[in-house]
């Protein structure tokens, strides 16, 4: 079945940087483009960036565009998020999510994993 | 970007109650619409599709309709699992959701 399994949370001071994995397995990864979903605590759901199949083309937020990047490394079935000059204001649970085609424009996002937390605070 | 706007924020309902939650686009999305389930402490769980299409395993009691910029979700016989806070999802010109709408039960 389909895992999902994000990791690389924790808590870091505004200014620093982290970079969130997610380990894919259960469906043919290369086959799928794949995305990080946010959720601030007690808040709704943001989209936060979006990689194609094969990575080459990814899309960001405005929020988070020059700070974040996604990549993904499909010879490990592994999606990335870098993350660098972090603010308080992405403290949240970042999900990864996978769509059901190729493309950046797929976006509906069927399947999440479990999420893992990031608390940005000095 | 297109905005999403759910109405109401909270309702409470009573078991075997209909229920029935509203998404307004601030752009036509033709039907391209997805609505998500949120239980406490996880992930979201996709239910409908394209306005109207359920996922498997989602119970008949779901249902969703409309068009352009309305759209509802209906829960025809709310049942005590169904207790949860749903999300509408635009993916029609990027990707964007709606505040959320969480349900509970009297």
């Known amino acids: 079945q389909v895992q999902l399994v994000e990791s690389g949370g924790g808590v870091v001071q505004p200014g620093n940087s982290l970079r969130l994995s997610c380990a894919a397995s259960?469906?043919?990864?290369?086959?799928?483009?794949m995305h990080w979903v946010r959720q601030a605590p007690d808040k709704g759901l943001d989209w936060v960036a979006t990689?194609?199949?094969?990575?080459?083309?990814?899309n960001h937020v405005d929020s988070v565009k020059g700070r974040f990047t996604i990549s993904r490394d499909n010879s490990r079935n592994v999606l990335y998020l870098q993350m660098d000059n972090l603010r308080v204001d992405d403290t949240a649970r970042y999900y990864c999510v996978k769509s059901d085609c190729e493309s950046v424009d797929c976006r509906l996002l069927v399947h999440w994993g479990q999420g893992t937390v990031v608390t940005v605070s000095a | 970007d297109i905005h999403m706007t759910q109405s109401p924020s909270t309702l409470s309902a009573s078991v075997g109650d209909r229920v029935i939650i509203t998404c307004r686009a601030s752009q036509s999305l033709g039907t391209w619409l997805a609505w998500y389930q949120q239980k406490p402490g996880k992930a979201p769980n996709l239910l409908i599709q394209q306005t109207s299409i359920l996922e498997s395993g989602v119970p008949s009691r779901f249902s969703g309709s409309g068009s352009g910029t309305e759209f509802s979700l209906t829960i025809s016989s709310l049942q005590p699992d169904d207790s949860a806070t749903y999300y509408c999802?635009?993916?029609?010109?990027?990707?964007?959701f709606g505040q959320g709408t969480k349900v509970e039960l009297k």
């Open positions: 990689a194609s199949s094969d990575g080459s083309k990814t």
């Open positions: 999802q635009q993916y029609h010109l990027g990707l964007t």
């Open positions: 259960g469906f043919t990864f290369n086959r799928v483009s």
